[in-house]
């Protein structure tokens, strides 16, 4: 009896051996470190946005309309183009010989005057009032510099007589900035709140 039961201890310790070697092979692989050599790089061969050149971007084709026109504004100065502002000028005193108004002093005005009723109204705005308010006296201070120092550079005289601060009109860039926040401001709203205030600007140079 003792024998046999040493025998089967034997035997059983034999059979577990017999997978140590097995299971003493087995081995945990390295972690590789991570590459970040090229972790730029594009591995599923996802197509990359092409950058459009220079001359394709929304900027130069904001500017070749207003480009154009202001290039040919400069050009009629000394009595090019078609219709040069000499003539211009004869024309609206020869139409209109006593017409005198003020009424372009106040219309410049009319776009804050929307900003404020919009506003009143109850209607959000793109900024809070303290930004939109920053937003216009920066917008002013730039304008009234630039303009003012076109208008000491080009001397032209106005169609009276009065100076040669004529161009370019304080009045028309007055009131094109002022509807241009009002746009800003509301444009996600309605786009009528932009347009509202601009069917009337093209007549403030004629009245200024």
């Known amino acids: 009896m003792k024998s046999l039961f040493t025998s089967c201890s034997v035997g059983g310790f034999l059979w577990i051996s017999s997978f140590m070697p097995a299971m003493a092979q087995v081995s945990v692989a390295p972690t590789a470190p991570a590459d970040t050599t090229h972790k730029f790089e594009n591995p599923v ?36 183009g078609f219709y040069t502002n000499q003539q211009a000028n004869r024309d609206i005193h020869k139409l209109f010989p006593t017409y005198r108004t003020r009424l372009d002093d106040f219309l410049i005005f009319a776009p804050y005057l929307e900003l404020g009723a919009v506003a009143l109204a109850g209607v959000e705005s793109r900024d809070d009032r303290l930004n939109t308010g920053l937003v216009i006296l920066k917008s002013e201070l730039i304008m009234l510099t630039s303009v003012f120092a076109i208008k000491n550079l080009s001397r032209e005289t106005r169609p009276d007589g009065s100076d040669n601060l004529s161009f370019p009109s304080g009045h028309t860039a007055q009131a094109f900035l002022a509807a241009s926040i009002v746009h800003t401001e509301f444009r996600d709203k309605s786009q009528w709140y932009g347009i509202g205030p601009t069917p009337w600007l093209p007549v403030l140079p004629h009245c200024a």
């Open 45 to 80: 061969g996802v197509p990359s946005v092409v950058k459009a050149p220079w001359y394709k971007g929304k900027l130069v084709r904001a500017s070749i309309v207003p480009a154009v026109m202001i290039g040919y504004g400069v050009y009629t100065f000394n009595g090019g």
